[in-house]
């Protein structure tokens, strides 16, 4: 009797019948749902059409291409006699997940257990992968040999890819691509570092390659090894390569790069990592980067720079030569006479003649002084704990002149990261302040030589910088406040503003104890400290735009938006040909900080001079940020005794109600007369607070001037036959209401 056809939803691996008796499987099988199935560990270990799957001999159905998302088929069985035969063939569609169907042939078992008489519709699906064709007439062989064009491609077998269909065939194992472990690396100058090439996402077939040095600031040989070279992955091989790069530790200061590359030989295809970069970093303590010590300056808001403690070990690597590579965030001798191949050779000879510091005793000197060569009176730099000690001359034996300027540059660059701007809170200033002493410097014909301490800024905004220059000492008269723009040919329109440290400068001042420019060397150590704030700032960058013509694209107006990045002490000598120049200095407690603008409370002013006018009273007028009118309402008068001989005169605004906010101008009007040819003469004027501490000063001597010439941004009104006997001014009247005023910038901390 014919049963009814039933439809049973089963996985194709349920039809897995091993032909083994139910109550025994072989030695090389195991029971599954009482069931023998047969143990593998490759395809090669399964009767076809089975699969090795998960350790098991499995039936593996669906298409050519190896993928079996999903399938479905139809099988009808009959049941047989146990001493009967049955056979099953399966054929599948080419598309992957697509369905398919089979119908008992030809397939036979070696043993069967009985099946009752049925016929059944299967539907069945499967994730199994198939790597080698359901239509093999044999297992796929490791020897390629034994290959055909109807063998699957299996990586390792020696059939791939010659007998695929072609490579994007999804029979056909992926080749995989070849790259770098990592596109960056380091090592420690004297270690060695693993430079590794990897195979991944496949490994059918050979893969070529190449890897060497393709560029970097080392050299192979000076200061690295690399045996890098062409070499492949054989077919099946997915092994990393690891190729060794040896480094040198030499006297060489600085880290040095290698960039190793990448290339594909033929069939190769490369990832995304081609490239590496190696970086040797130098061991030596040069390398660590200066930290602010906060202590040399308890009442800053921030402590940007301070000069640091330098150690033996740190001498030769912070003796640097033009065109070496600086570091930035570390303070470094700059030697500029000196090309960067030149050496930094220890001196013995005694600097300290030059310089004022002597290092040590003189078995210590080598130690602690370099210079390019060791003959006494050449350029030379100290460095010992806290003090650098600077010799420059034009005339040094052994060391070709290249430039007429020659500097030695005590140099501190800020991190290029950091976003250092101390002028956003209008209540604030920058100080800059340093122990120095020059006592020595000559010159012959037009020779010049200069000590100035300089700043520089970035514009933010515009990316320009502009660099202020401070004079400290000068073998001529101070030069002039006011703006250049430097002639370098790689600076071009790089404004720099010169001002000084010295009274009554308009772009920033002096602390009321600093030391000021002067034209003679001294011994010993004297405190400068200059102050700039962010008005003073303001006003110097107003000069450069009215000056230079630069709009806002070109340069900011705005303070705020100035980044703090370099200073350095640079004592230099200008020696023309014909001319030569020496000079010699030592420096010590450098400090840049941030400050609250202080001291507060200026509201005296005291004029220093004499009165030979019938008037005996004089009057002193000022503006302020808020009111910039000259008028008797901004004003106070004082006895001036009119007898020609010397005094002071004191003006008082301590109770003036408009003395307030920040005071922009000051003038002085010695008398009110209109008699002509009455004079005066003036020696200081200071503005300072009740307790003396003083915000600006004017000491009013040096070389005649003219009626219209400024000195320290003076101009004089109805006064004429100005002159000068060295140590005043002298003027008489000329016309009505004679005075002379000033531009300023002070807080009056009320």
């Known amino acids: 009797m014919r049963l009814p056809v039933v439809v049973i939803p ?9 032909g083994c ?54 099988a009808t069985s009959t049941a047989l006699p146990s001493s009967s035969s049955s056979s099953f063939s399966f054929s599948s569609s080419s598309a992957p997940g697509g369905s398919s169907t089979g119908t008992p ?3 036979t078992p070696s043993s069967s ?4 008489s049925s016929s059944a519709t299967i539907t069945a699906s499967s994730s199994a992968a198939v790597v080698w064709s359901s239509s093999a007439a044999a297992p796929p062989s490791s020897s390629a040999a034994a290959c055909t064009a109807a063998t699957a491609c299996v990586a390792g077998d020696g059939c791939c890819p010659a007998l695929c269909a072609s490579a994007a065939d999804a029979d056909c194992p992926p080749a995989g691509v070849l790259e770098l472990a990592a596109p960056s690396l380091s090592v420690t100058e004297g270690g060695t570092v693993q430079v590794v090439v990897r195979r991944v996402g496949g490994s059918r077939g050979s893969a070529p390659f190449t890897l060497l040095a393709t560029g970097g600031t080392a050299s192979v040989g000076a200061h690295y090894a690399f045996a890098g070279g062409s070499s492949a992955f054989a077919d099946g091989d997915a092994a990393d390569r690891a190729y060794a790069l040896s480094t040198v530790d030499d006297a060489v200061r600085g880290d040095r790069t290698v960039v190793l590359g990448l290339s594909a030989g033929t069939g190769t295809t490369l990832g995304t990592v081609r490239s590496t970069t190696v970086t040797i970093e130098d061991d030596d303590v040069c390398l660590l980067p200066d930290v602010p010590d906060a202590a040399a300056d308890p009442g800053a808001l921030e402590v940007y720079v301070t000069q640091p403690v330098i150690t033996a070990a740190e001498v030769d690597c912070r003796t640097l030569a033009s065109g070496d590579a600086v570091p930035a965030q570390r303070m470094n001798a700059i030697l500029w006479q000196m090309g960067a191949s030149a050496d930094d050779t220890p001196v013995t000879w005694d600097v300290g003649t030059r310089t004022g510091f002597q290092p040590g005793s003189a078995s210590e000197w080598s130690a602690w002084q370099r210079g390019p060569n060791d003959t006494p ?15 420059i001359n034009s005339a040094s034996a052994g060391v070709p002149v290249t430039s007429e300027i020659l500097p030695i540059v005590l140099h501190h660059d800020l991190a290029a990261t950091a976003d250092e701007r101390p002028f956003l809170d209008p209540s604030h200033e920058l100080t800059y302040a340093l122990d120095l002493q020059v006592p020595w410097a000559t010159r012959s014909g037009a020779g010049q030589v200069y000590a100035t301490a300089v700043l520089r800024f970035l514009d933010a905004r515009t990316g320009r910088q502009v660099w202020m220059v401070i004079q400290a000492f000068d073998l001529r008269p101070a030069q002039p406040e006011g703006a250049i723009l430097d002639g370098c040919s790689t600076c071009t329109q790089l404004p720099i503003i010169i001002t000084a440290f010295a009274a009554g400068t308009r772009f920033g001042h002096v602390a009321s104890d600093s030391a000021t420019f002067t034209t003679t060397p001294w011994t010993g150590f004297r405190r400068f400290e200059f102050r700039l704030a962010r008005a003073e700032f303001a006003a110097a960058l107003a000069v450069v735009k009215t000056q230079f013509a630069f709009d806002d694209t070109e340069l900011s107006p705005d303070p705020s938006d100035f980044r703090l990045v370099h200073l350095n002490i640079n004592p230099e000598v200008y020696a023309p040909a014909g001319s030569t120049g020496s000079i010699g200095m030592s420096v010590r407690n450098i400090v840049l900080a941030r400050h609250a603008a202080r001291p507060l409370g200026y509201d ?9 006018s019938p008037v005996a009273n004089a009057q002193a007028f000022f503006t302020t940020a808020t009111d910039g009118t000259w008028d008797e309402a901004k004003s106070v008068w004082a006895p001036f005794p009119n007898h020609g001989g010397t005094v002071e005169v004191l003006f008082d605004f301590s109770t003036h109600p408009r003395w307030t906010g920040t005071l922009t101008g000051l003038r002085i009007d010695p008398f009110d007369s209109s008699a002509a040819g009455a004079c005066f003469n003036v020696d200081e004027i200071r503005v300072q607070d009740a307790a003396g501490n003083v915000a600006l000063a004017w000491a009013f001597n040096g070389a005649a001037v003219t009626p219209t010439e400024p000195w320290f941004g003076w101009t004089f009104n109805g006064l004429t036959s100005l002159w000068s006997d060295g140590s005043f001014w002298g003027a008489c009247q000329v016309n009505g209401d004679p005075g002379f005023q000033a531009s300023v910038n002070i807080p009056t901390g009320r």
């Open 10 to 18: 089963v996985l194709l691996s349920t039809l897995v019948h091993t």
């Open 21 to 74: 008796p139910v109550a025994q499987c072989r030695d090389d099988q195991v029971r599954e749902d009482n069931t023998c199935v047969t143990r593998c560990t490759r395809d090669f270990d399964c009767d076809a059409p089975q699969r090795c799957t998960d350790g098991r001999c499995r039936l593996g159905g669906g298409s050519s291409s190896g993928h079996v998302a999903s399938s479905t088929g139809s």
């Open 105 to 107: 042939s030809s397939r």
């Open 113 to 116: 257990p009985a099946l009752t």
């Open 377 to 391: 009176g050449t350029s030379a730099v100290q460095l010992r704990g806290g003090t650098a000690g600077i010799y």
């Open 604 to 612: 005296r002013v005291y004029y220093r001079g004499a009165n030979a």
